[in-house]
């Protein structure tokens, strides 16, 4: 697998009373071609921001204040506002949780899949039509004809997202990235639109970056995860080895609040308080003010990057220092 996106020392801010609060800070990750990696914590954790901030649509006032996002080498923060547009209309595409928001409701589903075909590709509408039916076949959509000429108020919640899936292939993108994307959805359609992203990674090859709360969507789908708690990452890993042996203290907080990832019969506890609001994130490592396994240094030292094996990179001062990888390499 080919390295298609680098993101380095990645900051964003938002003005405040004391100056920048830096929601994402120095968060370092890789995306390789095919690969699904996720992005997990609870919410408020920065992840949205992560995602907005690949794509340069970090709401203002906030902004992106250091880092690199290099797709193939390219970072993406150098790109002019029409560069920008390309590749958000066409090698990166996002969907959201709430397909809704991004549908326009007077405007059938089937026009709004060929408008995004005919601004990327100058085809005529036979053509888009017909693209856009065997997209709407190929996301599983029943009666694909029928449904281009749908508005969005006449589909369920799992069709909606669908179309929206439908709609950011149109473009053929390299990578997808999904918000929370079934999070709005009930369990069985969720389950269907998992297996459906499975498939477009398979078939397609299309890298994903699942942004999700929940380690269970995480066992389903991820070849690797990234875990993130106050806009900092505290562990990444591949998936299985963070399922069977999770090394941060958060990850195994996260971990046992899931019923199917849990030991039968064991009760399963909230990880305790939450996460605090960026202007309070403490000094040393953020999850000090909840972590059951704290110590001396946790609350006024950051913990440094350790990478215990060389797939691995942990955050935290309990986890072996002589494990710490002397070149830094993000994974
Ligand atoms: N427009 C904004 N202005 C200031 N802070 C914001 C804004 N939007 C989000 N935030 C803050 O950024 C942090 C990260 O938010 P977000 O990326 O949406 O988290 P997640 O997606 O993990 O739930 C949160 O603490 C949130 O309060
Ligand atoms: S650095 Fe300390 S407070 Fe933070 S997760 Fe590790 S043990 Fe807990
Ligand atoms: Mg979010």
Redesign the pocket.
Known sequence: MSRLLEVRGLQ?A???ATGE?R??DDVSFNLDSGEVLA?V????????????SILRL?????RVIAGEIKLEGRDLLDFSVSEMRRVRGGRIAMIFQEPMTCLNPVVAVGAQVMEAIGLHDQIGQVDARARTRELFAEVGIPDPEARLDAYPHELSGGLKQRVMIAMALSTRPEILIA??PTTALDVTVQAQILALLSDLQRDRGTAILL?T?DLGIVNELADRVAV?Y??RLVEVAPRQELLSNPLHPYTRGLLRSIPALSPPGVRLPEIPGV?P??DHWPNGCRFSTRCGERFEPCAEIFPEETAPTSDRRVWCHAVDASSRDPEGEAL
């Not at 609870?42 to 992560?50: A, D, Q």
Request: proline share 11%; net charge negative; glycine share 14%.
């Open positions: 964003t938002f003005p405040s609060t929601i994402v992005l914590g609870e919410s408020g954790s920065g992840k949205s921001m992560t995602a907005l970090v709401p203002k006032p906030g918000d929370e942004i709360h993130m106050a806009g996460v609001s960026p």
